[in-house]
C-alpha cells in the first residue's frame, strides 16, 4: 500500500465567547471566531435564545469576553488500496478498504494473505 498522509497531529485554535454570571463561578459558553463573531449556525434555537438572554442582560452575567484555547488532534493516515487503487483510512489494527475488502494493517501492510487465526 502507497501511504498519501501519515498520522499526524493538526493544532488549531478555538474561540469561544464567554459570559459570566456575576453571582457566582458559572460561565456561558458559545462558539464565535477570532473576531468575536457568532458562529449562530452551530447552535440550537435553544443556545440562540440563551445568547440574546445574556447579550440583552436579561441574566447576570458579564459583558461577554472572546476567550482562546489551543487544541489539536490526530489525523489517521490515508493509504491507496493496492488492489483497486480505493483511498483507505489507516486508523486502527485492522482497516478494510471499502472498494474491494482488502485489510491492512496499522503500518499498510496487507492482512489478506495471512491465515485466519480461529
Ligand atoms: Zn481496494
Known sequence: MKILARNRKIFYTNYEMVFYALDGDRKFVFPCNDYGEL???S???EEMQFFEDCISKNVGVSDPVV???SKSFIASAIGVCDVCINQV???SARNM???CGS???YHGHSLDRLPLVS
Open 43 to 45: 447552535m440550537t434555537v
Open 39 to 41: 458562529d449562530s449556525d
Open 67 to 69: 476567550e482562546e484555547t
Open 103 to 105: 485489510e491492512y494493517d
Open 89 to 91: 483510512v489507516i486508523d
Open 97 to 99: 478498504c471499502s472498494g
